[in-house]
Nanobody, 119 residues
């Protein structure tokens, strides 16, 4: 079992910045990939950024160059630095971790944190 605690959401104006954090506890030594997803009202949940245990990152074009994901392995924490925010970035942001295959490959989700970008 892995428990995730997210923080850092809030209200920001267009062009502003926010930093989200997600701390993992429990069987966190077996975590492979850590990622952030978001879901806007009436929309499907979509990947925002992901980082593997080896440090490889992945971003969709919609956030590339504006968002940066980083990982503190010692603290089992993943951060999402969001810059140049736009109203279309408004959504609930969820942290997700995936365990390594040898640990079962299970996935765990955080409770979500609201990000609102005003125009």
């Amino acid at each position: 079992q892995v428990q995730l605690v997210e923080s850092g959401g809030g209200l920001v104006q267009t062009g502003g910045s926010l930093r989200l954090s997600c701390a993992a506890s429990g069987s966190s030594r077996s975590i492979n990939t850590m990622a952030w997803y978001r879901q806007a009202p009436g929309q499907q949940r979509e990947l925002v950024a992901a980082i593997t245990s080896g440090g490889s990152t992945n971003y969709p074009d919609s956030v590339k160059g504006r968002f940066n994901i980083s990982r503190d392995a010692a603290k089992n924490t993943v951060h999402l630095q969001m810059n140049s925010l736009k109203p279309e970035d408004t959504a609930v942001y969820f942290c997700k971790v995936a365990l390594a295959r040898w640990a079962g490959g299970y996935e765990y989700w955080g409770q979500g944190t609201q990000v609102t970008v005003s125009s």
